[in-house]
């Protein structure tokens, strides 16, 4: 019988997505303080087991770890655009085949902005390039263009680049 209804449940939370959506949006509007009490005592009677919940997640979502640090990073630096979401990173990471945009290095990839947030870039998937550590690090603050063009129009990355 539980089962039943649970399955009947799913069914019609599935079917009627955005009513769901709707009523659980204005149930959170107008209960909003009691939730957040709710959830800070949670917290607070279950620290580890919400850090160690947290970080079990993370080891198994880098790319929306890191996603989620680059759009933190954006609205530090009062960066304008549209963000970029976890789905739109893991298809920037396919396109280049996890590959770094500048010196073909495969590896751990971090989000370089081609146009620097500092100078005005847009935190959007536009302006979104894989690279790798040395390379982002290298490159900081600096344009792609004035970069590149301080090394003969190659990366500072002394790796031996590798194939495809």
């Not at 198994?60 to 960066?79: C, D, I, L, S």
């Not at 298809?91 to 495969?106: G, K, Q, S, T, V």
């Amino acid at each position: 019988m539980a089962h039943a209804r649970a399955e009947y449940q799913r069914e019609y939370r599935r079917l009627n997505r955005e009513e769901v959506v709707a009523n659980q949006r204005l149930y959170y509007e107008t209960n909003k303080e009691r939730i957040l009490a709710w959830g800070r005592e949670y917290y607070g009677k279950n620290r580890e087991k919400c850090i160690a919940s947290s970080r079990a997640w993370l080891s198994k979502h880098p790319e929306a770890k890191r996603a989620h640090e680059q759009a933190r990073r954006a609205v530090k630096r009062f960066a304008h655009g549209a963000g970029v979401s976890p789905e739109e990173w893991s298809a920037i990471l396919n396109e280049y085949d996890h590959h770094c945009a500048y010196c073909n290095n495969a590896g751990p990839m971090t989000m370089d902005h081609i146009v620097p947030l500092s100078g005005g870039g847009a935190h959007e998937a536009m302006n979104i390039a894989p690279a790798c550590e040395r390379c982002n690090k290298s490159k900081g603050d600096t344009p792609l263009f004035v970069w590149l063009s301080r090394n003969g129009g190659r990366p500072y990355c002394t790796d031996v680049p590798k194939e495809r």
